[in-house]
């Protein structure tokens, strides 16, 4: 008898991918050979989209999505929370008989109007404006929420308001890559690419870090299920020193959860890669492979929603906090960046020829002009509260932003410098060909795991980005940094061109000047290492330690504002009501967990101190009178630091409520929380297990 090895969704695994997705292929069924061309010109070469099909393509989008079991429809945007939002419309639409049909209009396709009031908007719209509008996004594809009973057709939008200012992630988005498009094919005309009908784009891939806990512990932890973070807790004798959970074996429970987990996410053709154990205890991580940029940033906001939705069947809570345990690992992901040029090629994979290796190397230099310039404004776009446990905190990467290159680049950039490339570091004759720029080794590898802003071979690994935030911001600026770099370069090219100048000097030229000017950018060592953060000091670099200080700088220097105003990403008023929301954010972010930590520590640890109080001075009073020989010395002793610690987290929640009652700086609230939490960590080592009110770092990392 032969034995029956897989179950029978892995044999149609095949057929099982994208199956929820209204793809180009499933189009191709639905829709009429016109309309399908036309729609397919929208969504592979961004072609303005023909309106007038828009009844034929909701009503087959209806179609299918009802034959996977739809009954409802939602607009699905990402607003400035940081989450997606969605209202649900089901298809129903009652005759004068009392009976429905199941309706879809291309209005309905097009165009929603979610009352906008609730949504951050910083300002931008008052509450009376109330009018919000989404708007489809045709590069996205439509797919299917699947609920208990019945599902929903998705329709990945936009969001803005009356006058068409920007209220969500996706909008900067598209506008940023609509401007590095542009940019690029300029510069691709420069090389003699042919750009005609063609665009640029960039590529992402980004990988996700979670925890897993156990539903139990996450209910029995008020700071868990308010903040996403523990506010206490003490570090575990064992934790992830022994460096043994890292690509350890996955349990057994676990395992299950990521099977469902890849399954769900290939239903919805997002390519799920990569499964594995991360550095702490009950961390992992996911990683798809990479797609193109918008489409890949909508599909981890799914990865980060169906996480959590399986993590629920199996018990499991997902956390996606960038801090959610103190002292050990937090989690974050790894922006993976590149650019597609219209020559359909990655441009930042070096070539073969002195020709791609120029475009290569003008590439390189290009995100060193953008990177050094605009540092603040890539630190900012990650800047949270939850992050900032991260960045500036003694882990991965430092809030100093800087770009890890490996040594052959490097050493290509200082001859490129001295403007005589003639020998490479790894022993290969440099090619001073046609350009007299260097030829690159086809294999650059050596790998730094503390750099904010790696070479990784073929891509740029942006590794600041939080594991809770959308991976807009991020992208937004890298794109539009990147757009104004290539810019300027463009325009030295064209000039010099115009009168009659040799282009590879001039392109020779540039580079030069580029590399000497922001050569201070290039960092390969240790980051995490504090003779870096003096070094960083001393070249000038900015180290920004926290989201209030980072707003600031850039809401100061009006630099960054012009920025996305001048590619169109982000009007003036745009960008500041930006910041408000996510200063806000902050601010909102810090009171609540003071608030959850003050009750915690009155109406949970605190009084299960005071009892142990009691009953350890009733024990010393009553064994003490037995025999003067019982001196219980150590009793007392144990008795005084109990109570020492008690009196000091008392004093730090008085400290603590009269700085959130003052409502004044946050930074003086982070200060009091960071002393009551020393107390009650103390707390937590002297108190009987059995009295401790909260499960403790050890069950919740290792008890799965
Ligand atoms: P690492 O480089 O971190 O060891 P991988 O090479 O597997 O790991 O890549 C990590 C992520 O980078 C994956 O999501 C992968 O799809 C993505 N990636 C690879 N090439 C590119 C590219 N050209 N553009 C964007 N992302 C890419
Ligand atoms: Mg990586």
């Not at 539903?215 to 996403?228: I, K, N, P, S, V």
């Not at 809030?399 to 005589?420: C, H, N, P, W, Y």
């Not at 142990?612 to 009178?625: D, F, M, N, R």
């Not at 009269?658 to 004044?664: L, Q």
Request: glycine fraction near 6%; charge should be neutral; proline fraction near 5%.
């Amino acid at each position: 008898m032969s034995e029956k090895c897989c179950n029978s969704s892995v044999e149609r695994l095949t057929e099982i991918y994208g199956e929820d997705v209204f793809s180009l292929k499933v189009m191709k069924n639905y829709l009429s050979e016109k309309a399908f061309d036309s729609l397919a010109a929208t969504i592979r070469d961004h072609k303005p989209l023909n309106a007038t099909i828009a009844d034929e393509v909701a009503d087959a989008m209806k179609t299918w999505a009802v034959s996977r079991g739809a009954t409802h429809f939602s607009h699905w945007f990402q607003p400035l929370t940081g989450a997606t939002a969605e209202k649900h419309d089901s298809f129903i639409s009652p005759n004068k008989d009392g009976e429905i049909m199941l309706k879809f209009s291309g209005k309905e396709l097009i165009q929603g109007e979610p009352d906008a009031s609730s949504f951050p908007s910083g300002g931008l719209r008052a509450t009376f404006e109330a009018r919000g509008y989404t708007a489809w996004d045709p590069t996205s594809p439509a797919f299917i929420r699947r609920g208990e009973n019945n599902s929903t057709l998705c329709i990945p939008c936009v969001f803005c308001g009356y006058h068409g200012e920007a209220l969500d992630k996706k909008t900067p988005l598209l506008r940023s890559v609509a401007a590095l498009s542009k940019q690029v094919c300029r510069l691709a005309k420069l090389f003699g690419i042919k750009t005609e009908g063609k665009r640029a784009y960039a590529t992402l891939g980004p990988e996700q870090e979670y925890f897993l806990i156990d539903r139990e512990f996450y209910e029995a932890r008020l700071d868990l299920l308010q903040t996403g973070r523990t506010l206490f807790g003490r570090r575990p004798a064992k934790h992830q020193q022994m460096e043994d959970h890292y690509f350890g074996a996955i349990k057994p429970r676990v395992i299950a959860f990521m099977e469902e987990l890849d399954m769900a996410l290939w239903q919805l053709a997002v390519p799920a890669k990569t499964r594995h154990n991360e550095v702490c205890p009950a961390q992992f991580e996911i990683a798809p492979m990479f797609e193109e940029q918008n489409l890949s940033i909508d599909h981890n906001m799914i990865v980060m929603q169906t996480l959590k939705d399986i993590a629920e069947k199996h018990g499991f809570v997902c956390l996606l906090h960038e801090k959610p345990f103190a002292g050990v690992n937090g989690s974050g992901k790894h922006n993976n960046w590149s650019i597609v040029g219209p020559d359909d090629k990655n441009w930042l994979s070096p070539g073969d020829t002195p020709h791609e290796n120029a475009k290569f190397l003008t590439v390189i230099c290009a995100l060193l002009k953008a990177v050094d310039t605009y540092a603040p404004m890539l630190r900012a776009a990650v800047a949270s509260a939850g992050n900032d446990h991260r960045l500036g905190a003694n882990e991965a990467p430092p809030a100093i932003v800087s770009i890890f290159l490996g040594d052959q680049l490097t050493d290509i950039m200082q001859q490129l410098e001295k403007g005589r490339p003639n020998s490479s570091k790894a022993g290969g004759i440099i090619e001073i060909g046609v350009s007299s720029l260097p030829k690159l080794p086809k294999d650059v590898t050596d790998r730094n795991r503390t750099s904010p802003f790696a070479f990784t071979g073929n891509k740029f690994e942006f590794r600041a980005v939080g594991s809770s935030q959308s991976c807009s911001g991020a992208n937004i600026v890298i794109n539009t940094i990147f757009a104004e770099a290539v810019d300027e370069i463009c325009s030295e090219l064209e000039t010099a061109v115009s009168k009659g100048k040799n282009f590879n000097d001039t392109l020779q030229g540039i580079l030069q000047g580029i590399v000497k000017k922001h050569k201070r950018i290039i960092f390969n060592g240790d980051n995490y290492s504090a003779e870096w953060t003096k070094e960083a000091e001393k070249r000038g670099l900015p180290n920004l330690r926290n989201t209030p200080d980072t707003l600031e700088v850039i809401e100061k220097d009006k630099k960054y504002g012009a920025l996305f105003e001048k590619y169109g990403v982000l009007t003036k008023e745009e960008f500041k009501s930006r910041n408000d929301v996510y200063h806000h954010a902050y601010e909102m972010t810090i009171a609540m967990e003071a608030n959850c930590a003050i009750t915690i520590a009155k109406t949970l640890v605190i009084p299960a101190a005071l009892e142990y109080q009691g009953v350890l001075a009733e024990t010393i009073q009553k064994v003490g009178s037995i025999s003067k020989k019982i001196t219980m010395l150590e009793s007392k002793k144990l008795l005084v630091s109990l109570v020492s610690n008690v009196e000091e987290a008392l004093a730090a929640v008085s400290e603590l409520e009269a700085s959130v009652a003052s409502g004044k700086s946050a930074k003086k609230t982070i200060a009091s929380m960071v002393k009551l939490r020393e107390a009650i960590d103390a707390l937590e080592g002297i108190i009987p297990k059995d009295k401790w009110p909260l499960p403790t770092y050890a069950e919740m990392m290792f008890m799965m």
